[in-house]
């Protein structure tokens, strides 16, 4: 091939122009889930891997689904200060952060897990919308920061840099003090400890899901067959399981986690630069929209963190981008993040039977006297408790616990389509707290 005919990749926003717009190009009802890559779907079935972290033990391999953005440099702290929400204040070398970065209108451009690593060391993981963005600002900022990626195992050849196990479940931390011979050193929540088993050195990061305490191990990759194994096989007599893909990508909805939300990107002015920046075949440009929540404005799908429940992160101790419009939305009434609980008739007629296996990212409207109020954004069936569950926004007014609402199940077909009104199917649903979790709400923190 000539140099002549190697054309630029396409960027973002020369996707969204051809498309029309921002939800022109991200409408998808036809979308299907994505796979965790090499962990499989299920070990011992998505029902008992679910059951696992609410009675016994669960092992979640989370090492080859996510990326990670490593950021080295004198400017590495500056970066993260200027352009995200947190506190910095005490942020101390092995703790980590709910990343908060948001535009200048105080939306998130997608959340994520930083942790600091050594001085002027750190590590972002999450989605790459949350990379990108820092990423961007620190290239056209000029920041003295050395950025490297490491992609998740599906656009990665060969083995990622990190291993992640998650060991979580009312029993964990007793097969965890038998994998290492005895207590490790007591960490609070979102803080690291060094550990070492068998001659291996990695970190233990207090830290896990669906409300369920435990630690989420963190070390070098060619350990990671070993420490697997080893806590597998310590976690045996308390029935530790190991978690499929299936049942893992259904775990925040306990906990009150809304993963990948639309990154605030798509529509204002000072945003172009950067959208022309992205590619048109990355992480913003394919994630998918879908659901009975159809609208046009891309506006209406963004959200603050303050609905996300983020607000004990956004710190107004330091200049940073966003903070003028977070302070100004921190007082004003906003959605409420609840949990809506399904009713299991009406969902058994929609579905044409019972729902066995569940998951759905889709935005599904829920109304209340015809009107929509707020909408769900992460359903799923949880076997344990023998409901669907969808984790969603709802208006101040009917966010009590109890409120009765309707959650409108289907699949609009998106712009320049008629929606059908019989391809909807109206469920009789109960507004319940979030975290749904008891001991997420109650206990799951406090240390």
């Not at 500056?78 to 506190?87: E, G, I, P, T, V």
């Not at 909805?253 to 204002?268: K, L, N, R």
């Not at 799923?380 to 109890?402: D, F, K, Q, Y």
Request: a negative charge; glycine letters at 10%; hydrophobic letters at 40%.
């Amino acid at each position: 091939m000539s140099f002549d005919a190697v054309k630029p990749m396409p960027s973002l926003q020369s996707a969204m122009d051809k498309a029309g717009s921002a939800v022109n190009l991200l409408w998808s009802p036809v979308a299907t889930h994505w796979e965790v890559p090499v962990v499989r779907p299920e070990y011992v079935g998505w029902a008992a891997e679910q059951a696992a972290w609410r009675e016994t033990v669960a092992l979640k391999d989370l090492s080859h689904h996510m990326n990670d953005l490593f950021l080295d440099g004198p400017d590495a702290m500056r970066l993260l200060k200027d352009f995200s929400a947190n506190d910095f204040v005490n942020f101390e070398i092995g703790r980590a952060k709910q990343f908060v970065p948001v535009s200048a209108e105080g939306n998130i451009i997608v959340d994520g897990i930083l942790m600091r690593n050594g001085q002027e060391s750190f590590t972002l993981t999450g989605v790459p919308a949350a990379q990108n963005w820092i990423r961007y600002q620190g290239e056209i900022g000029r920041y003295d920061v050395e950025f490297r990626i490491d992609p998740d195992s599906d656009r990665r050849k060969g083995d990622p840099e990190l291993f992640r196990f998650q060991v979580s479940g009312p029993l964990a931390i007793q097969a965890i003090d038998k994998a290492f011979g005895g207590p490790i050193p007591k960490t609070k929540f979102f803080h690291s400890t060094p550990v070492s088993l068998g001659g291996r050195h990695f970190r233990a990061l207090r830290h896990g899901m669906a409300g369920q305490p435990g630690y989420e191990f963190i070390g070098d990759f060619k350990d990671a067959a070993f420490v697997k194994e080893a806590l597998m096989a310590a976690g045996e007599e308390f029935g530790i399981v190991h978690v499929g893909g299936k049942a893992y990508f259904t775990n925040g909805i306990e906990s009150g986690w809304i993963p990948t939300p639309v990154p605030a990107i798509f529509d204002q002015d000072d945003m172009r630069a950067y959208r022309e920046w992205l590619p048109a075949f990355g992480y913003e440009g394919r994630k998918p929209l879908h659901g009975s929540m159809y609208s046009p404005d891309i506006r209406d799908y963004y959200l603050t963190p303050y609905e996300l429940g983020y607000g004990r992160s956004v710190a107004f101790s330091h200049d940073y981008h966003g903070r003028e419009a977070l302070e100004r939305l921190k007082d004003r009434p906003h959605r409420q993040r609840v949990t809506f609980d399904l009713d299991p008739a009406d969902v058994a007629r929609a579905m044409g039977g019972e729902p066995g296996y569940y998951l759905s990212y889709g935005r599904y409207a829920v109304e209340a006297d015809g009107k929509q109020v707020g909408y769900g954004c992460y359903t799923a069936n949880i076997a344990p408790v023998g409901r669907m569950l969808s984790l969603g926004l709802v208006a101040p007014e009917h966010a009590a616990p109890g409120t009765p609402v309707v959650f409108v199940w289907g699949e609009h077909p998106g712009p320049g389509a008629p929606a059908d009104a019989a391809a909807f199917h109206r469920i009789r649903a109960t507004v319940r707290p979030s975290p749904y979790s008891e001991v997420a709400r109650t206990s799951y923190r406090q240390d």
